[in-house]
Every structure is written in structure tokens, then in C-alpha cells.
């Protein structure tokens, strides 16, 4: 791994995430690991479903085992008797006995040891984003965070997930305190600085503060990353099932399978209910062609008889005879006929499923090259820092990437 650092003149920059009460970790000596239970994610409120599979997929790459609620934290509270609860306002005690009340009631195995609620909400509309963590055998809140994000902020849904997956582990795990080599380096950055040129230099960074807060992030720009489902295939296929969507409102999960290649393996359910059906019509097809050429025989042999009788409707000692025979050639051509059409028509409707199978292909495939396109940009994000830099003459910020 190799660590890319520049330079460059201050810009905005956005604002992720505030802390409201983070808990510290000083007394997590007894904290629940991921082995002593799972975690219980319960229903976000607002348009939080994304910011909800995020957080758990932050979780599980730690290595807890997260099960989620089909509740949210208000309509949970309100089953214990906790009246006028709300996201906002539900306390510590409230918590716990929604704990009880859920371990209880699922009988979970392993039992639930924190449970995880929140909301989304932008500042546009004048709302905030807020998520909390609390531990059910402590009876404690270790994260609590919000924010108000504006609704074209694409750094918050990235940085919020991990900030809570990290200020969970490192409840459970407090990071070592600082070593003294740590505190000289910390006391050297400052030697040789007066009060008024440190005063001068938090009164810079306060500014700084202030532009990025008032400066939102824009869109991302993807136009230089490309897709090539052949190649990009083993890096984004899954090993596992496809992840079912609990309300449409959730993501779809267009990860390829590894099992099915490069081709199949980017096909989403709606394909393979296509090809079925194609694959009906072409069948139903076949069987009626068939059906048709075999009625063709027994109409040939019904005219063969006619022709063979002599018989005639204008001779009336022939006309019993030239009407039995008739028929028969009448009703052997009827059914044949209509084996015919039948086959036509299952033919036709073969060929319109399979323009319909062609276009849901095709559907999938580019929704995963935009998938594919989108986690590489975000992956290039995630592997982003960025902070404010001061040295004597120059005031700016660090990149830093790691690839």
C-alpha cells in the first residue's frame, strides 16, 4: 500500500458529521463483543433505508453478526409502555426495556447486545440525520451522532456508517492512550510558536470551519471510470445469494454471481422469468408444428378416401357416402388448421418474449456497469483523507490517498 499526499490551496470542504453525546469508551471494560451476541438494526426513520444497509454492512466488515428489526425506535417503545417516546427524546430506561421486551419476544439466539436506530433527514427540508447506538448489557448509549447533511451530500452516507461501526469497536476495544514519544512529537509541533501566532493559527482553522460548513459537496464525477463487465467481474461477484429486498424501496443487489460468468451471472430475477417464459412459447411452439404435421397425415388420408369412393353429392345412391366422407376430410382439415394457427401464434409470442428478454438483458447489464462505475468512485472516496495543513507562509489542506 503506498500513501500519495498533496498540497492544495484551502478549498470548502464538507462538513461529514457532528457528535452530539458520543459516549467515551473509558469505562468499556466490559463491553459486548461480536461473539457474546448480535446486533439488532432497527427501521430508520425518514429515507434512511441506504444509510441502513451502509451501517450494516460497516458492522459486519467488523465482524458482528446484525440482524434487523422491523420496527422503528418510536413504534418499539410505544409496545413497552413508553408513552410519547420519539427519535429524539426516547431515554436510556425506554431503551432497555425495548432490549428486554425484543430479546424476550424473539427469543433471539444469541441475544441482542446493541441495538442500533436512527432517522435521515437533510437540511433542506429541515431535518437531521441522527444515529445511535446503545448497548443493552450496560444499559448505555456508546455512539450517538448527528448531522445535517444538504440533500446533494454524497461524503456523509460514506463517513457516517464507518464513524459509527469505528466508535463501536473502539468501545469495545478503547484505543491505547498516547506514548510519550507521541507527546514530544506533539510538543515539538508547537516549540518555537508564540500565544498570538497560536491564537492567530485556531482563528484560521475556525474560518476554515465555517467555509466548509457552508459549502456542500457536489455530485460525483464519474465520466473517467470506466466498466468492463468481463474483466470487472471477478472483483464484484458474490459467492452468496442475492440479498431479497424487504420493501421496494430498498436497493437492488446487482452483484454478479461468481457461479454463472461474466454473461449469466449479471442477470436479475425478472431475466430469468423472461427466458422461462421464451423458453414456454418456443416449446408450446414445437408441440403445436407438430401436432399440426401430424393432422396433416389423417387430412390426406380423409381426401384420399373421397377421391378413391367416387362418391358425388349430385348422385343420391352416393350422396350418404359423399357426406360421411366429407365430413371427415372437413373436420381432418379443421384440426389441422387450427394446430397451424395455434403454432403461428405461439411462435409470435415466442418472438415477442424474446424481444422483451433482450431488453431486460440488456437493463442489467447497464445498471451494472453503473454499479460497477459507482463503487469504483466511491471506493476512490473511501480511500480519501483529507485535512487542514499550517506551516510558516502557508495555510492549505493534505490530500492523501491509499491504493
Same mark, same amino acid.
Given at each position: 500500500? %503506498?500513501?500519495?499526499?498533496?498540497?492544495?490551496?484551502? &478549498?470548502?470542504?464538507?462538513?461529514?458529521?457532528?457528535? &452530539?453525546?458520543?459516549?467515551?469508551?473509558?469505562?468499556?471494560?466490559?463491553?459486548?463483543?461480536?461473539?457474546?451476541?448480535?446486533?439488532?438494526?432497527?427501521?430508520?426513520? %425518514?429515507?434512511?433505508?441506504?444509510?441502513?444497509?451502509?451501517?450494516?454492512?460497516?458492522?459486519?466488515?467488523?465482524?458482528?453478526?446484525? /440482524?434487523?428489526?422491523?420496527?422503528?425506535?418510536?413504534?418499539?417503545? %410505544?409496545?413497552?409502555?413508553?408513552?410519547?417516546?420519539?427519535?429524539?427524546?426516547?431515554?436510556?430506561?425506554?431503551?432497555?426495556?425495548?432490549?428486554?421486551?425484543?430479546?424476550?419476544?424473539?427469543?433471539?439466539?444469541?441475544?441482542?447486545?446493541?441495538?442500533?436506530?436512527?432517522?435521515?433527514?437533510?437540511?433542506?427540508?429541515?431535518? &437531521?440525520?441522527?444515529?445511535? @447506538?446503545?448497548?443493552?448489557?450496560?444499559? /448505555?448509549? @456508546?455512539?450517538?451522532?448527528?448531522?445535517?447533511?444538504?440533500?446533494?451530500?454524497?461524503?456523509?452516507?460514506?463517513?457516517?456508517?464507518?464513524?459509527?461501526?469505528? !466508535?463501536?469497536?473502539?468501545?469495545?476495544?478503547?484505543?491505547?492512550?498516547?506514548?510519550?514519544?507521541?507527546?514530544?512529537?506533539?510538543?515539538?509541533?508547537? &516549540?518555537?510558536?508564540?500565544?498570538?501566532?497560536?491564537?492567530?493559527?485556531?482563528?484560521?482553522?475556525?474560518?476554515?470551519?465555517?467555509? @466548509?460548513?457552508?459549502?456542500?459537496? !457536489?455530485?460525483?464525477?464519474?465520466?473517467?471510470?470506466?466498466?468492463?463487465?468481463?474483466?470487472?467481474?471477478?472483483?464484484?461477484?458474490?459467492?452468496?445469494?442475492?440479498?431479497?429486498?424487504?420493501?421496494?424501496?430498498?436497493?437492488?443487489?446487482?452483484?454478479?454471481?461468481?457461479?454463472?460468468?461474466?454473461?449469466? !451471472?449479471?442477470?436479475?430475477?425478472?431475466?430469468?422469468?423472461?427466458?422461462?417464459?421464451?423458453?414456454?412459447?418456443?416449446?408450446?411452439?414445437?408441440?403445436?408444428?407438430?401436432?399440426?404435421?401430424?393432422?396433416?397425415?389423417?387430412?390426406?388420408?380423409?381426401?384420399?378416401?373421397?377421391?378413391?369412393? !367416387?362418391?358425388?353429392?349430385?348422385?343420391?345412391?352416393?350422396?350418404?357416402?359423399?357426406?360421411?366422407?366429407?365430413?371427415?376430410?372437413?373436420?381432418?382439415?379443421?384440426?389441422?388448421?387450427?394446430?397451424?394457427? %395455434?403454432?403461428?401464434?405461439?411462435?409470435?409470442?415466442?418472438?415477442?418474449?424474446?424481444? @422483451?428478454?433482450?431488453?431486460?438483458?440488456?437493463?442489467?447489464?447497464?445498471?451494472?456497469?453503473?454499479?460497477?462505475?459507482?463503487?469504483?468512485?466511491?471506493?476512490?472516496?473511501?480511500?480519501?483523507?483529507?485535512?487542514?495543513?499550517?506551516?510558516?507562509?502557508?495555510?492549505?489542506?493534505?490530500?492523501?490517498?491509499?491504493?
Amino acid at each position: 500500500m %503506498g500513501l500519495l499526499c498533496a498540497a492544495v490551496t484551502l &478549498a470548502p470542504l464538507p462538513v461529514l458529521a457532528e457528535p &452530539a453525546a458520543a459516549a467515551p469508551p473509558a469505562e468499556s471494560a466490559g463491553a459486548p463483543k461480536p461473539a457474546d451476541g448480535q446486533v439488532g438494526l432497527m427501521r430508520f426513520g %425518514g429515507n434512511g433505508n441506504e444509510l441502513r444497509v451502509s451501517i450494516q454492512q460497516n458492522f459486519e466488515e467488523a465482524g458482528f453478526i446484525v /440482524k434487523g428489526v422491523a420496527l422503528d425506535i418510536a413504534t418499539a417503545a %410505544g409496545k413497552v409502555s413508553c408513552k410519547g417516546a420519539k427519535d429524539d427524546s426516547v431515554t436510556d430506561e425506554c431503551l432497555s426495556k425495548v432490549g428486554l421486551w425484543l430479546n424476550k419476544k424473539g427469543k433471539q439466539q444469541p441475544p441482542y447486545t446493541y441495538l442500533i436506530f436512527g432517522t435521515y433527514g437533510s437540511s433542506d427540508e429541515g431535518q &437531521a440525520t441522527r444515529v445511535v @447506538v446503545f448497548d443493552l448489557i450496560n444499559n /448505555k448509549r @456508546v455512539v450517538d451522532y448527528s448531522a445535517s447533511p444538504s440533500s446533494d451530500d454524497l461524503i456523509l452516507p460514506l463517513m457516517l456508517p464507518r464513524a459509527v461501526a469505528t !466508535g463501536v469497536n473502539d468501545y469495545v476495544t478503547p484505543p491505547p492512550p498516547i506514548t510519550p514519544e507521541e507527546e514530544k512529537l506533539i510538543a515539538e509541533l508547537d &516549540a518555537g510558536l508564540t500565544a498570538e501566532e497560536k491564537a492567530a493559527q485556531e482563528a484560521e482553522l475556525a474560518g476554515v470551519e465555517n467555509d @466548509v460548513r457552508s459549502n456542500p459537496t !457536489g455530485p460525483i464525477g464519474m465520466d473517467g471510470i470506466a466498466a468492463n463487465l468481463k474483466l470487472d467481474h471477478p472483483k464484484f461477484c458474490r459467492n452468496e445469494k442475492r440479498k431479497k429486498r424487504k420493501s421496494k424501496d430498498d436497493p437492488k443487489d446487482l452483484r454478479p454471481s461468481c457461479k454463472l460468468g461474466p454473461f449469466f !451471472g449479471y442477470w436479475q430475477p425478472r431475466a430469468w422469468v423472461a427466458l422461462g417464459l421464451t423458453a414456454g412459447g418456443l416449446l408450446a411452439t414445437g408441440i403445436l408444428y407438430s401436432a399440426g404435421l401430424a393432422r396433416r397425415g389423417s387430412y390426406n388420408t380423409a381426401v384420399d378416401a373421397l377421391n378413391a369412393s !367416387g362418391a358425388t353429392a349430385s348422385n343420391p345412391k352416393q350422396s350418404e357416402t359423399y357426406t360421411e366422407l366429407a365430413s371427415e376430410v372437413a373436420q381432418a382439415g379443421s384440426d389441422y388448421r387450427s394446430m397451424l394457427i %395455434g403454432g403461428d401464434i405461439a411462435l409470435a409470442s415466442s418472438v415477442v418474449l424474446f424481444g @422483451v428478454l433482450a431488453i431486460i438483458v440488456y437493463q442489467d447489464r447497464t445498471e451494472a456497469k453503473g454499479f460497477i462505475r459507482q463503487e469504483k468512485a466511491l471506493a476512490g472516496l473511501r480511500n480519501l483523507q483529507v485535512g487542514p495543513v499550517f506551516a510558516q507562509g502557508f495555510k492549505g489542506a493534505a490530500l492523501g490517498f491509499r491504493f
